[in-house]
């Protein structure tokens, strides 16, 4: 009879342990799967709450970090203003030294450092763009140093040439053979697990696509 | 049964494992409803985020006494115990704004701040530049916000009734003996320095800081910028001269050092443009500047600059007693030399070290003469050789307590020699006059923050000078209160003194320093990049040096800083004044898309006795209304950008030696009216990033009159005005920048 109870008891609480990370990985997947579908600032703030509460859970997982600070980081390029866009890129990069903390040397982590540096020069183009432009630039350099085959590193890197002045050496025809390296990436790419970065290829062809377009 | 009994408590177990209870409520910030909160269980995966309109609805699994959290960046998180037993939860949040620097009150009384390190910035560094009519000089910029008047004739910041010289500027913390090149009479110098070397500006009109003193009047507070950004060289080309530089940075980015010389020559661009005085020496300027800047361990950094400019020029102008024969001539060679070393590093955690030494001179030789038939210097003929230097150290400890409170205590020391030597009638040797100062300070001063709404900045400063033998104790206070999210309420209020003028110090050391007491009131709203100011301040003079003449006819062209109009032995602390006033301000960088304008307008009533006046009247630099409108629009298209500024100021008095004592400065000048533009194109040429900048001022050439000139017997005058009707200034400016990230990517790429 002890026998049994401690059997049951034993397999309870390897079901709880197990259901523990079964619903870590559920709820990252659903709430990532959800990300695709993101579009307002409204979207991100909701999903980057979902994020949130799942790292101050999960103290010691650096994606729930790594994509809180990604939904705070698209809050900033999707309608976000002034000071607001200071105050979330300031939130997003305390995500994000956590998540670096938990995973050092991280390629992924390192680009989205670069995203939100560069999400800062929203705020005053003109007398920002050079130092945050310059100092992202840095950051996407360190992140390829580490992966010289990630695709999001390339997609920044793209993306920015793409939006910066042709005047101050960006412009589409610049962003096009980095955008191709980015898409080239993609297609090789594999994420480590179904948790692990894995966004970005859309876009990069919208940008591509924009590329061809006749100026 | 045992087995019987496992089931049972199993399955209520799980049952009741299944029971959920239902939290919902609604979020607001006291007021208004929030959207987007994260409102959860604190360790579980339940939570939601708040509606449109503030409400929240979810069901949570956790059972007995839990925490629910709800947080919103910019927001303290609320926090409360819940017990979680299946009926449901209603709950009301509400949640309280985080003390931060964003939100935080600010002192604005009397003040402009013009920094990227405080985001609510009013005025950038950018914004000088690309102001029309400045040519590109901070303090031609400056003069378009309220407070400040429109002078013409002579360099410096006049500010609320206050002359030029009781505006003081400082760079990095230290006193700036020589901010512009020397005087040349009825037309005004630019600043020695390019904006481009600072990263802030703060431009206080009144009721400054403890920190700062030696100006009745105002402060201008620049500092100097940190690391180069990148390894860069410059050209530029313009229609006044050419200048290059290089700059580079070390690859660790710990340290960066450059180097830049200019040359300017009006030569070319007189002999296309004709003026309406005589230049006998073209007006020529060469300048080398030098930096370097490193990054210390522990925070610090260490900054170096210095700045040295030769200048000369040589102007003659029909003398107005005798049009036909006698001309009268200036010549001028100057020598100046600036530099500044500063210190700034935190001592420990609560400490702050500001420290810095600075040595910086300037030497004139002048000559002043008569001219007849275009031929030699007549017998009449004075010679000046004028110097100064002003060697300085500073310390200030900067305590930060609290969120953003933080005091401040310091002490600086300042040796300061002067020296004029005379020689007359070409014949006589020098007669010299030359005193030394030993000057120390004292100051200390509380920023101390309440709670986001209020913060109180009381200070104090004494200050002891050698030469007069004197000190005084000066104290200082602002307040701000913020009234709503984006308008708040400043007072200021502050004694400030200042030393005599060296030219009384020549003759007599029995004085006192010169008084004035600030009282402002502000009133400011910033909101969608819309400001709007409104300031009221009155302003009290006491102890301004006096020198009556025994008659006015001996009163001289009044505006010439080289006319001697004082009686050497009759120099007192006996003017007094006042001045008092509303300025508005109204900056709108939104409303119109890609454009930025704002408009001031200042409103003054001043009058003071002081130097040769006989009565208390409105001086001559004072305007009763002054107006600016400026406005910048920039196409990113076509990379080019334009502006327009309009400046208005309502006559000026001037002095007429034929009126009567009592009629004293009664008379007007006609109304100021000027209009400047510029245009800059935003290009490549080869591989350099090249700027082309358009800039006209007085671009409808009227005629602007500042004053008049008389004749020693009143009989004839001349208007002071422009030495030409339109300035047009054409310039190349090219960057190489070395960017190494760039270079980086295309080397993945293959």
């Known amino acids: 009879m002890k026998k049994i109870i401690f059997a049951v008891t034993l397999l309870f609480i390897s079901i709880t342990a197990f259901s523990q990370s079964e619903k870590y990985m559920q709820v990252m997947q659903q709430n990532i799967a959800l990300l695709d579908s993101a579009k307002s600032k409204d979207d991100y703030q909701k999903l980057a709450n979902k994020f949130e509460m799942i790292a101050s859970k999960e103290q010691n997982q650096w994606l729930p970090f790594y994509y809180a600070a990604f939904c705070n980081q698209m809050m900033c390029y999707n309608g976000l203003k002034g000071d607001e866009i200071d105050a979330t890129c300031d939130k997003a990069d305390v995500q994000l030294t956590k998540a670096d903390s938990l995973q050092p040397k991280n390629a992924e982590i390192m680009v989205l450092k670069a995203r939100v540096t560069g999400a800062r020069i929203m705020v005053s183009p003109m007398t920002r763009g050079a130092k945050y432009g310059r100092k992202s630039g840095e950051i996407l350099q360190q992140a390829m140093a580490i992966d010289s085959l990630n695709p999001r590193a390339y997609l920044t890197a793209g993306q920015a040439l793409f939006y910066t002045p042709k005047m101050f050496g960006g412009g589409k025809e610049k962003a096009k053979p980095v955008l191709q390296k980015s898409a080239d990436c993609y297609n090789k790419f594999q994420p480590t697990t179904p948790l692990h970065p894995n966004w970005g290829k859309g876009f990069c062809g919208y940008l591509l696509m924009q590329c061809e377009e006749k100026k | ?750």
């Open chain 2, 1 to 750: 049964m045992k087995k019987l009994l496992l089931i049972f408590f199993a399955l209520f177990f799980s049952i009741l494992s299944f029971a959920q209870t239902k939290i919902s409520g609604k979020v607001t910030d006291g007021k208004n409803p929030m959207v987007g909160v994260s409102i959860s269980v604190k360790d579980s995966y339940d939570g939601v985020s708040s509606n449109n309109d503030g409400s929240f609805s979810f069901e949570t699994s956790e059972k007995g006494e839990k925490i629910l959290v709800a947080t919103f960046i910019g927001y303290n998180s609320f926090e409360q115990k819940i017990v979680c037993n299946g009926s449901p939860i209603v709950l009301n949040i509400s949640l309280k704004e985080k003390f931060n620097e964003l939100k935080a009150v600010t002192i604005s009384a009397g003040s402009f701040d013009a920094s990227d390190k405080k985001r609510a910035t009013i005025f950038t560094p950018l914004d000088i530049v690309t102001t029309a009519g400045s040519a590109g000089d901070v303090t031609g910029a400056l003069k378009t916000l309220p407070g400040a008047q429109q002078i013409g004739n002579q360099e410096g910041l006049f500010v609320r009734g206050g002359e030029g010289r009781e505006t003081q500027t400082f760079i990095d913390g230290m006193l700036v003996r020589n901010p512009y090149n020397t005087s040349v009479p009825d037309i005004a110098q630019r600043g020695k320095f390019n904006p481009f070397l600072f990263k802030g500006t703060s431009f206080s009109s009144g009721g400054y800081s403890a920190l700062y003193g030696q100006g009745l009047s105002s402060a201008l507070v620049l500092d100097t910028k940190d690391l180069a950004e990148q390894s860069e060289t410059n050209l530029s080309l313009s229609s006044v001269g050419i200048g290059g530089g290089v700059n580079h940075l070390w690859e660790k980015q710990k340290m960066s050092a450059g180097v830049s010389v200019g040359y300017f020559n009006l030569q070319p661009y007189y002999a296309l443009v004709p003026q309406n005085i005589h230049f006998s020496k073209m007006p020529e300027n060469g300048n080398v500047e030098v930096n370097f800047r490193k990054r210390m361990n522990k925070n610090g950094f260490l900054k170096f600059y210095a700045y040295t400019n030769n200048n000369a020029l040589g102007l003659q102008r029909p003398d107005i007693n005798d049009v036909d024969h006698l001309k009268t001539a200036f010549d001028l060679n100057s020598k100046s030399l600036y530099t500044n070393l500063t210190y700034s590093g935190m001592l420990n955690a609560n400490w702050n070290i500001n420290a810095g030494a600075s040595f910086s001179g300037s030497w004139d030789k002048i000559n002043l003469g008569e001219l007849r038939n275009d031929s030699v210097l007549d017998y009449r003929s004075i010679g000046i050789n004028s110097s100064n230097t002003l060697s300085q150290g500073r310390v200030v400890f900067t305590r930060y307590t609290g969120v953003l409170s933080a005091f401040r205590i310091g002490a600086e020391y300042q040796y300061g020699w002067e020296q004029s030597k005379f020689t007359s009638f070409g014949i006589n040797p020098f007669s010299t006059y030359q005193f030394a100062d030993n000057f120390t300070s004292t100051f200390a001063e509380m920023e101390y923050y309440f709670n986001a709404k209020i913060v109180m900045k009381p200070g104090v400063r004494a200050e002891y000078s050698s030469i007069l033998g004197k000190e005084n104790v000066a104290p200082r206070l602002s307040v701000a209160y913020r009234l709503g999210k984006n308008s708040q309420l400043s007072f200021a209020y502050g004694d400030f003194y200042e030393k005599p003028d060296r030219r009384y110090l020549f003759y007599t050391h029995d004085l006192n320093f010169e008084k004035a007491t600030h009282l402002v009131l502000n009133y400011q709203r910033i909101h969608n990049d819309k400001t709007f100011r409104v300031e009221a301040f009155y302003k009290d003079y006491k102890s301004l040096i006096l020198t009556p003449l025994s008659s006015l006819s001996l009163v001289q062209n009044p505006s010439n800083l080289y006319s001697n109009n004082f009686d050497p032995t009759n120099i007192s602390n006996g003017g007094h004044g006042y001045a008092k006033g509303v300025e508005l301000f109204l900056r709108d960088k939104k409303t119109i898309k890609n454009c930025d304008y704002w408009i001031s307008y200042s409103y003054l009533d001043t009058k003071r006795i002081y130097s040769y006046y006989p009565s208390e009247v409105q001086p001559d630099f004072a305007a009763n209304h002054t107006l600016n409108v400026v406005f910048k629009q920039f196409f990113p298209k076509l990379m080019l950008g334009y502006g327009v500024t309009y400046s208005w100021a309502s006559g000026r008095p001037y002095f007429n030696p034929n009126q009567p004592s009592d009629k004293f400065m009664s008379d007007r000048t006609p109304d100021y009216n000027v209009v400047g533009m510029n245009a800059n194109y935003l290009t490549h040429i080869g591989k350099a990033f090249t700027v082309l900048v358009l800039g006209v001022s007085n671009v409808l050439g009227q005629n602007q009159i500042y004053g008049y000139r008389y004749s020693s017997d009143g009989t004839h005058r001349e208007p002071i005005g422009l030495t030409a009707s339109r300035f047009v200034f054409v310039g190349c400016f090219m960057n190489w920048g070395v960017d190494r990230r760039q270079q980086q990517v295309d080397d993945n790429l293959k």
